[in-house]
């Protein structure tokens, strides 16, 4: 169809969105529908003309049948394919070809892109040419449509115009609308500025007037005189001549006359509070500080009449005043200077000739026993109305603002060494007699939140901080610690003056100074329980240093030297039976700590929790262990000691083979003297008073066997490598006897009755070591039962006796 030029026919079918529409078909042979400016009617309307466009199957999409079971349906695609993607919003190409491609390579996903591309064409060719009728009808049914926009233009065009007309003039109302309003809320504004200043300036005419009817000097004030109204002013006579009458006294009626003006200069005050920098305020400021000092003045001068006189009306009223004024330091500091302030330095500042003998110019229980009499008398009325349920004067604190404050001053004037930790026993003593004291103030707060008000006073925290506990605890350390690194610091022990009498039948002076300081951690005069954790630590640390005093001289007692460490020199120097006392002393200072000294601990720290408890309890148990570890190394000192002294009776084994060796003696019948030295030491030690004395059963069946053991390894030792070196000096000789036999050209046969020095060597050997099992067995020592006793049995007995043991 050649009368066909161009195509400019924009086609969307929704069935197809993921393709881009078709904005340009061209023609071709296939007959597709093609629209020119020339087929145009006479009204102008498009004229259409078209050719259907061909149905027949495309080659590259042939015709399949719906039963055909042995091909893929047309819309088939592999199951990464998703033609659903296409159809998404957000769909981007170059996103989509990235994520396939890292499992689909390039050359499957082309083919499978032209296929998709192929199946929704011929789809959208299938649509044209269903609806394709309608399309051609389309052009003949838009006629004058142009006339028909206009038609429906101008109703429209009017309504915009009358809309336009209604907007601006809601815009104007709405403007006028906020304007009003604000000049609105500028007027309530000022009308409430206005209010404030009236209200202001009627709060201050009525303060002044208030004031003109109280007397215009304080000393004109006649306390308790009824006929004061004749020494005011004209102006004062109503409300004076009403209280006359109705029997109130005068002191009573200036307390409540003071009491309204405190209020109305509270309310004065919030005014002000609210109308700062205002030209009328500022004007007015003077005569606000007048009426303020005149109240000050005249409300100062009615409350000390009131303690003057007692008069708890009048002081209540006054309290109150000051409370509404917000002006409690004053009250406090009044009753302090008036009241407080006498008393104590009465007593304070007494003549000091007077202290009693014996006693401290820096004492204070004396003292504080007079302040708790005098607060009884004098100052608990006061005390008793500010702390009176529902009254409203809970923000007075007269106890920490005006008592204790009063009292520190004076301290600290009158005996400033009574809060020095320079003097500890008086310090300690001062201390407790100050917590004693704070204890009866607390004893006039009404409730617990009173008490917990006092004890966060600015005062209090001063009062507390005055006592230097830190120093007091670091001398005390130095006392107790000094006094045991001392006794521990001597080169030899040194015996403990009547041990019956001192510590619980201790031996030494060093153990008795332990048990000494960890006493002294826990006295009622030393101890105080503030401090409870750091006496706590420095007992620790005194077992710790005792028992390292004691390791350290054992390592230097098994070194042999005591090299530069001069504090380990008693351990070179002291004998068996220094070790037994201080095994004694060891075993007593753990039951003592375990026990009664644990005891007293937890009693004194009853009021802590049991975590607390439980922990002071481990810690205490676990120096005590420390003290019982010692005690095998203890026995261990002395069983060395016990097998070095027995080594040297050994060493006369030597002799033996001097006197059998080369000799014609016939063997030996009966042990060596030396046998009976071996174990006179250890017997004589197990016999002495002080094993009778301080060794228990326990330690002393420990320490014979831990010797026997010893003494009977080393025996062996020695005796084996006698028994070695006879055997091979027997067979060297056997060998040159032999070679100068055979050179001789004599016979080299020995006769079998001959007994050989070695026999005779082993033979004494074996007569000494039944004398010496016969002497273990003395002692209460099973020989056959030690493990080294019968390597020796086997080494020196005949043949015939080596399993049997007999002694």
């Known amino acids: 169809m050649e009368r066909f030029q161009s195509l400019q026919l924009i086609f969307y079918f929704p069935a197809a969105r993921s393709v881009a529409p078709f904005s340009l078909l061209r023609s071709s042979s296939r007959g597709l529908l093609s629209i020119t400016e020339s ?49 998404s919003q957000d769909f981007d190409s170059e996103s989509y070809i990235s994520e396939l491609r890292t499992f689909v390579p390039f050359d499957t996903l082309r083919p499978q892109l032209q ?48 809309i336009q007309g209604f907007r601006s003039s809601v815009e104007a109302s709405l403007v006028s609308l906020r304007n009003g309003l604000n000049q609105r809320s500028e007027a309530a504004s000022a009308r409430e500025v206005l209010e404030l200043l009236l209200d202001t300036f009627h709060v201050v005419s009525k303060v002044e007037k208030l004031i003109k009817e109280l007397p215009t000097v304080p000393s004109d004030w006649s306390a308790g005189d009824p006929n004061l109204t004749d020494k005011s002013s004209s102006t004062n006579n109503g409300l004076f001549l ?158 920490a603002n005006s008592i204790l404050k009063e009292v520190l001053l004076s301290i600290q004037k009158a005996k400033p060494g009574a809060f020095s930790p320079g003097r500890p026993t008086e310090f300690l003593k001062n201390y407790k007699a100050s917590l004693d004291f704070l204890a009866h ?45 001392s006794a521990l610091s001597s080169a030899t ?57 004691l390791s350290f001289g054992l390592a230097a007692r098994k070194k042999g030297d005591a090299g530069s460490n001069s504090v380990c020199e008693w351990a070179i120097s002291a004998v068996p039976d220094d070790f037994i006392n201080i095994i004694h002393d060891v075993d007593f200072l753990a039951r003592e700590v375990c026990g009664n000294y644990l005891g007293l601990i937890l009693q004194l720290l009853s009021l802590c929790s049991s975590e607390v408890h439980d922990s002071v309890k481990e810690s205490i148990l676990q120096g005590g262990r420390s003290l019982n570890d010692m005690i ?59 094993a009778k004395t301080y060794m228990n059963m326990e330690v002393k069946n420990k320490l014979l066997s831990g010797a026997a053991t010893e003494i009977t390894g080393r025996y062996y030792e020695l005796a084996s490598d006698l028994v070695n070196v006879a055997r091979k000096t027997e067979s060297s000789l ?13 016979s080299s046969e020995v006769s079998d009755n001959n007994v050989s020095d070695t026999d005779k060597i082993c033979m004494q050997l074996f007569l000494d070591v039944q004398e010496y099992g016969r002497n273990l067995s003395s002692l209460g020592v099973e020989a056959s039962d030690i493990p080294s006793y019968r390597s020796l049995w086997q080494c020196v007995a005949p043949q015939d006796r080596q399993n049997t043991i007999v002694y």
Request: with cysteine; glycine share 4%; net charge negative.
């Open 39 to 87: 087929e145009r009617g006479p009204a102008g309307e498009l004229m259409a003309t078209a050719d259907p466009i061909p149905t027949s199957p495309s080659p590259a999409f042939p015709t399949r049948s719906a039963a055909d079971l042995f091909s893929d349906p047309l819309d088939s695609h592999p199951l990464w394919f998703k033609p659903n993607s296409f159809l």
């Open 115 to 162: 296929s998709h591309l192929s199946s929704l064409n011929h789809e959208l060719i299938d649509l044209i040419n269903r609806d394709y009728d309608d399309f051609v009808n389309l052009s003949t049914k838009l006629v004058d449509v142009d006339s028909a926009i206009v038609r429906m233009r101008a109703p429209l065009v009017e309504l915009r115009d009358k």
């Open 242 to 399: 009403q209280n006359a009458e109705s029997g109130t006294n005068m002191r009573e009626t200036q307390s409540m006359i003071l009491e309204r003006i405190a209020s109305e200069m509270n309310r004065l005050k919030f005014y002000i509070a609210h109308a700062k920098n205002l030209p009328f305020v500022e004007n007015m400021e003077k005569r606000i500080q007048n009426a303020s000092q005149l109240l000050d003045a005249s409300l100062a001068h009615c409350f000390m009449d009131g303690l003057e006189h007692c008069d708890a009306n009048a002081i209540y009223n006054c309290l109150r005043a000051y409370a509404a004024i917000d002006s409690t330091g004053n009250a406090e500091e009044i009753f302090r200077v008036a009241v407080v302030a006498p008393m104590i330095r009465k007593i304070m500042f007494h003549d000091q000739s007077g202290v009693v003998a014996g006693t401290s110019q820096d004492e204070l229980e004396g003292d504080y026993q007079l302040i708790k009499e005098r607060i009884q008398e004098d100052c608990k009325f006061l005390l008793v109305i500010a702390s009176a349920e529902n009254s409203g004067l809970h923000v007075f604190d007269f106890l």
């Open 441 to 485: 103030l607390e004893g006039y707060c009404p409730s617990r939140s009173a008490v917990t008000k006092f004890r966060g006073e600015a005062v209090y925290i001063e009062f507390m901080k005055q006592w230097n506990l830190g120093v007091y605890f670091s001398l005390r350390f130095q006392e107790i610690a000094g006094a045991l690194d």
């Open 493 to 549: 022990l040194i015996p403990s003056q009547n041990p019956s009498l001192d510590g619980g039948n201790l031996t030494l002076k060093q153990s008795l100074t332990l048990l000494d300081s960890l006493r002294c951690c826990w006295k009622e005069d030393v101890l105080i329980l503030s401090c409870s954790d750091k006496f706590l630590r420095l007992s620790l640390q005194l077992l710790s240093r005792y028992t390292h005093w």
């Open 632 to 690: 095998p190394l203890l026995i261990r000192t002395i069983v060395d000691a016990m097998a070095d002294k027995a080594a040297e009776e050994l060493r006369q084994m030597k002799g033996i083979t001097a006197t059998y060796r080369m000799t014609n003696k016939p063997l030996p019948t009966r042990h060596s003297p030396y046998v009976s030295g071996i174990l006179r030491p250890l017997k004589s030690l197990l016999d002495g008073e002080h």
């Open 734 to 746: 056997q060998r040159i006897r032999q070679g100068a036999q055979r050179r001789a050209g004599a």
